[in-house]
């Protein structure tokens, strides 16, 4: 057939392309698709064996309504055959008809839903997104059987047509916000998006600002949850992890485990957390200030006790600490990148090796260590902003070497104010804080029982403020 | 877009303002030129502060959408109104020179003897400026959010201090004549008058319902703080207060072998250092919003080079140490009290009293869309 | 041209607090990343001494020397400058050891007795001021040389626990019933009767009484009732001695020493959290024969009232005394346990009466002297300063006034139920 030589040639002749071609009723039947991508026993099941058994007219029609067992039929034209390969779909011509029937046995491996290791829970819902924005769907699906649950696609990326999925309650999200989104993906004008950290910035007003606003989340019950305030949700095909809009920064002092544990703990262990972003920033550039500048803020008694381990220090305070930094750093960054085997060795040489070692050997002093790794430590009680605190952490230990503490409450200030300055989708990025919205404490830094919790967060424009009617007013 | 502050954010404004300046060598004046009566001075003039704050917000409500500039202009007209604003303008660059000197000399005491000016004015007017760049939103909403763990860190403080030995011996608080009094009030009035920023923020300020109810439970919490901060700093020092320069630092440090741990005044020096900064960055925009009114001219990178400049100059020429503007305060500039105590109050009190309510609200929202 | 630096203008503004960082850092960093830490550019001190020699100055400081890991104790050293003034020998001194002296955690200053002849707050008010020494900081007479004690008490830190420091700021105030702070000295100083007291501490030979640097301690140590820490010496012939005795600053001047039992009464009258004994004699009742008992005083509750009669003051103390008996003594063989003592009328009169005696005791010393140390000048004032001033007026030598003012005492005493 012409017309399938034509798509092969534009499609450049690779080999996973294939023509199959039965006769039937004396008439030709050719089918072209894409090997790797389709599912070969249905094809065989649904699609070969009907045909090869049926004896009557054949027509595109009588193929779609009487022969084909495939769920997803559709006629399409001319224009639309080779988007159709491309996107996986097996294109069937009968001899002598300008059309095709574009038919759905599309097979990728996938992995099935496991618990994500990104947010493990110790009593709640073990589930997690996984690649494929198909199962993502169903997973929200099965948590939200409503109709007011509304699902939209788009496809974007000139070369890979990535299907973007947007999940919202129709009577719940706001219509502008649902508008401004869908603006601005259909706006996206790139060749590729992998996944879903490609399109934050292309969502983002300010994509080169050093904390970004959207929430991300692996886990079904917290897309849920998010999608029942309000906010909307953004899957992309090929990316496990799920963009919630609009986001306040306080959404990562919580933890989907918050939920299915006591309130109170709940609050305390908040506070905790509130106090790791402290402790991951400033602590190690407050201690080298207090070394350099502020002995008298110190206590006498840890004075005596830095100066015994530090006296015989061959580097001044500032590269020490820049160093060990740096060293934890590293081994954080290879212990990342490491074979999972491999990982026990790096341990024992970061570890043992580099800081008991270089303590006794005199190169780094003990207190430096602890700092350092207490602020390492307390960055993972917020293991969603740590690439942000890693860099403040930096930015504060500069500043504490050269301005001391007044420049590290100089540059608290300035970075609050610049949290402040952050105003995605018209949501403060602090808030319930500042500013401050009273119904919207219920669950912030402290959480009241989920039966005491009546009302939406009134930071997300709601079309309903009351939980319990359903949407219904 | 108009930016707008919400009334709370208001509030922990005025709370704010009502802070900074105080804690640190007001308390020492006080008692050092009026001995024991210092802590009637005080209560006197944040009386007197309230009253104002009551006129100003009265005015405000008359005349929700305009700011002092509107309001002398529309009745008194422009030329006047600039000259205010240029009045006031200087106002708030002395309020900010003695911010920072202040501030210097804390961070000399108490932090760090070799601290020099050069890097505080490094490290704090860029600061500053960029909070009031970013705009009086963002600003009032960090002030918002720093509120909380100021007022903390001023109620641990005052836990530290001996607030809970006896309170028997303290003396008669009333010793020195009313003349005595009044000049005191009369020679640090400067110290006070912190709300005059709220006319000038006032087309700025959302309208709410119960708004002075708010912004008084605010401005009453700090004000019985720093009056509880004022007690104890006179139980503990009376006599030696000209020694004991910065007040919260003296009051917490006072106790600083609790527990045999050495000194306990990082909160107090959080607590101050976080004060100033909110205070200058509001302390900034007033100064762009005035420069704005003056040369009817919106440009923040203009006016806030030029505040900037004006500063360097003020700070680093001119009053090199805290002696020379605090005499400079002392003796000049409570003349220029006047304008804030009594010229823009009777000038209000006469709106109030002469220009009736409601049927002139629809002129002035006329005539504000023609401004 | 001019378009190109609009260009890098507008760069810079869109990026300002990124260029600006990187400004200070261009400008800061090179000298941070070589500075050493603040502890080995200054020598941070701990306790000061100032010494009259030769009619010049001479200023002693103990200041922390490198610390060894293995010894937890401090070291320090002594260092010391003579000269005219205290700014010149504190330079002396920085030129010694070449590194500025950093007083922000000083404890202690000690002033010796030959010192303290001439007025001592304008030195230490210069050392406030200039070299930023915390008002809170103790200060104490020595009678001994200043440098001394020092030398004693850096060697006392190095070989023991205790630490001079510790010990004078003991929170019970063990050691001084009054605060002895530079702030109490000045406010003492500034106040209308210009009298303050301070702390007194001496070297002593006797070894029986006062905390030495010793190297080994026999478990033999004598107890004394006054020093609460004691041991026995072997190398050096001299003991810190730290007794109860304080001395009292008129103007700044020394003018005397109170001594132990003077303070005694002082002490039932100010307010302090002192540990102090009381012993009755001659306790006959509750099963007891010609007993000694002793009581702790757990707490001293003070009242003070003003009344005026031919306008001359009449205070009146009302003291409510809370008291734990520690000790009963008596020839016979004891058969009551000290627990089950309790305050009868006639215990309770005859502590009345010994109290009243020492308080007796030390106003003689007080108004021999014209100085005010227990405060009485304050709570006239407080009660009604019109009446005060009157009363003043009305006086020949108004530093007399203590002699024209009547003092009761009564005394309430309970046991004190724990």
């Known amino acids: 057939m012409e017309i399938i030589d034509k798509i092969k040639k534009q499609l450049n002749n690779n080999p996973d392309i294939l023509v199959r071609e039965i006769i039937v009723s004396n008439k030709k039947i050719s089918m072209i698709f894409l090997k790797s991508t389709i599912d070969k026993m249905l094809l065989v099941q649904s699609i070969i064996s009907p045909l090869i058994d049926y004896k009557g007219e054949v027509t595109l029609d009588n193929l779609k309504n009487e022969v084909l067992k495939v769920i997803e039929i559709e006629k399409v034209t001319k224009k639309d055959f080779v988007k159709n390969v491309i996107r996986n779909k097996v294109l069937l011509f009968v001899e002598g008809e300008n059309d095709a029937l574009c038919l759905d046995v599309e097979y990728f491996p996938t992995r099935q839903p496991a618990e994500p290791p990104t947010s493990p829970t110790i009593q709640g819902p073990r589930e997690g997104f996984t690649e494929s924005v198909k199962t993502t769907i169903a997973l929200i699906r099965k948590q939200l059987p409503t109709k007011h649950l509304i699902i939209k696609n788009y496809f974007v990326g000139e070369l890979t047509h990535t299907q973007i999925t947007m999940f919202y309650l129709d009577n719940l999200a706001d219509k502008k916000l649902i508008k401004k989104i869908e603006k601005k993906i259909k706006k996206i004008n790139t060749d590729a998006i992998l996944d879903s950290h490609y399109i934050i910035n292309y969502l983002s007003d300010r994509p080169n600002s050093l904390f970004e606003q959207f929430g991300l989340t692996e886990k079904p019950d917290i897309v849920t949850a998010k999608i029942l305030e309000g906010r909307v949700a953004i899957a992309v095909d090929g990316s496990p992890i799920v963009i919630t809009i609009p986001f306040m920064i306080m959404e990562d002092l919580q933890n989907s485990n918050d939920y299915y544990t006591n309130s109170h703990y709940t609050s305390f262990i908040r506070f905790i957390r509130a106090l790791g972003i402290i402790m991951a920033t400033v602590v190690p550039g407050v201690y080298l200030s207090f070394r350099l500048y502020h002995y008298k803020v110190v206590p006498l008694k840890y004075i005596l006790t830095i100066n015994a381990t530090t006296q015989n220090l061959p580097f001044t305070p500032f590269i020490e600490m820049l160093f060990i930094l740096i060293l934890f750093q590293m081994l954080y960054e290879v212990s990342l990148r490491l074979p999972r085997y491999l990982g026990l060795a790096t341990s024992i040489v970061g570890a043992l090796v580099l800081g008991d070692t270089g303590v006794q050997a005199g190169l780094i002093s003990s207190p430096g260590i602890i700092v350092i790794a207490l602020s390492l430590i307390s960055m993972y009680t917020i293991p969603n902003q740590a690439p942000q605190l890693s860099i403040l952490r930096f930015i504060f230990l500069m500043i504490g070497g050269t301005l001391g503490l007044f420049g590290i409450i100089g540059g608290m200030v300035y970075f609050i104010n610049y949290l402040n300055t952050m105003n995605e989708f018209d949501t403060p990025n602090l808030a319930p804080y500042s500013p401050r919205i009273k119904n919207d404490l219920q669950d912030a830094l402290t959480r009241q029982p989920i039966s005491k919790m009546k009302t939406r967060p009134k930071v997300i424009k709601n079309k309903d403020e009351k939980r319990g009617l359903g949407g219904e007013k | 877009m108009k930016e707008q502050i919400s009334i709370r954010q208001t509030a922990c404004f005025c709370a704010i303002s009502l802070l900074a300046l105080k804690l640190i060598a007001l308390p020492s004046l006080l008692f050092e030129k009026s001995n024991s009566s210092g802590l009637i001075v005080a209560i006197l003039l944040f009386i007197a502060d309230f009253l104002m704050l009551f006129l100003y917000l009265k005015i405000k409500e008359k005349y929700p959408d305009f700011s002092l500039y509107e309001i002398i202009k529309k009745y008194l007209g422009k030329i006047i109104a600039k000259i205010v604003y240029i009045l006031i303008y200087l106002f708030f660059v002395f309020k900010l020179c003695m911010l920072m000197n202040e501030g210097v000399l804390y961070m000399q005491d108490v932090v760090d003897e070799d601290y020099s000016l050069i890097v505080f004015l490094l490290t704090y007017l860029p600061v500053i400026t960029a909070l009031s760049f970013n705009g009086l939103k963002s600003c009032a909403r960090t002030c918002e959010f720093g509120f909380v763990f100021i007022i903390i860190g001023l109620i641990i403080c005052l836990f530290l201090s001996e607030i809970s030995l006896s309170f028997g011996e303290i003396g008669p608080l009333f010793i020195k004549d009313t003349k005595n009094i009044l000049s005191a009030c009369f020679d640090y009035n400067f110290w006070f008058s912190d709300f005059l920023f709220v006319t000038i923020l006032a087309d700025k300020i959302k309208i709410e319902k119960n708004a002075k109810r708010k912004i008084f439970s605010f401005v009453f919490m700090v004000a019985i703080l720093l009056l509880i901060l004022y007690f104890v700093y006179f139980r503990l020092f009376r006599v030696t207060a000209f020694l004991n320069k910065n007040a919260i630092a003296d009051v917490t440090e006072y106790n600083r072998n609790i527990g045999n741990s050495g000194n306990i005044d990082i909160i107090s020096i959080l607590v101050y250092l976080f004060v100033i900064f909110l205070q200058g960055s509001l302390y900034m925009n007033c100064l762009r919003i005035c420069y704005e009114k003056i040369f009817e001219y919106k440009n923040s990178y203009h006016s806030l080079i030029s505040a900037n400049i004006i500063l360097i100059l003020f700070e680093y020429f001119i009053f090199f140490n805290i002696q020379k503007i605090t005499d400079f305060v002392l003796f000049y500039f409570k003349y220029f009290g006047a304008l804030i105590w009594i010229i823009i109050p009777l000038f209000y009190i006469l709106l109030i009293i002469i220009c009736k309510e409601k049927k002139y609200d629809k002129k002035y929202k006329k005539l504000y869309k023609k401004i | ?418």
């Open chain 3, 1 to 418: 041209m001019i378009k190109n630096i609009k260009n890098y203008i507008k760069k810079f503004r869109n990026c300002f607090a990124l260029s600006y960082f990187i400004l200070i850092m261009l400008i800061f960093l090179p000298s941070a990343i070589t500075m050493p830490s603040l502890s080995f550019r200054g020598a941070i001190i701990t306790a000061i001494g100032i010494d009259k020699v030769d009619e010049e100055v001479e200023f002693s400081v103990l200041t922390l020397s490198d610390i060894s890991k293995d010894n937890m104790g401090e070291n320090t050293k002594v260092v010391c400058g003579k000269n005219s003034s205290v700014a010149n020998a504190i330079s002396s001194i920085e030129s010694q050891i070449g590194r500025r002296l950093k007083m922000g955690h000083v404890g202690y200053v000690i002033i010796s007795q030959s010192f303290a002849s001439d007025d001592i707050a304008n030195v230490l008010n210069t050392l406030t001021i200039t070299t930023k020494l915390p008002n809170s900081v103790s200060l104490i007479l020595s009678r001994d040389s200043a440098k001394d004690v020092l030398n004693q008490a850096s060697k006392l830190e190095q070989s023991s626990m205790y630490k001079l420091r510790e010990i004078i700021q003991n929170e019970f105030n063990v050691n001084y019933t009054k605060d002895t702070s530079l702030d109490n000295f000045l406010k003492g100083y500034f106040s209308e009767t210009k009298t303050s007291t301070l702390g007194y501490i001496k070297l002593e030979n006797d070894i029986s009484q006062g905390i030495s640097a010793g190297q080994e301690t026999d478990g033999s140590s004598q107890a004394s009732n006054q020093s609460d820490n004691n041991s026995q010496q072997s190398n050096s012939n001299s003991v810190i001695s730290l007794q109860r005795e304080h001395a009292v600053f008129v103007n700044g001047k020394l003018k005397y020493i109170l001594s132990v039992d003077e303070m005694k009464g002082i002490n039932w009258v100010v307010e302090n959290n002192l540990q102090q004994l009381i012993t009755i004699d001659n306790v006959n009742e509750q099963g007891l024969n010609n007993a000694s008992v002793s009581f702790e005083v757990q707490q001293n509750q003070i009242k003070p009232s003003v009344i005026y009669r031919n306008n001359r003051p009449i205070i009146t103390f009302e003291l409510s005394l809370k008291l734990n008996t520690v000790e009963i003594m008596q020839e016979t063989k004891q058969t009551k346990s000290p627990k089950e003592i309790y305050i009868s009328d006639d215990i309770n009169n005859k502590i009345n009466d010994k109290i009243k005696r020492e308080v007796a005791l030390s106003l003689n010393k007080l108004r021999q002297e014209k100085t005010d140390v227990i405060g009485v000048y304050k709570i006239l004032f407080s009660d009604n300063h019109n009446k005060f001033d009157e009363f003043l007026n009305n006086l020949d030598d108004k530093n007399d006034f203590l002699s024209y003012v009547k003092i009761n005492i009564k005394a309430d005493s309970k046991i004190f139920a724990s």
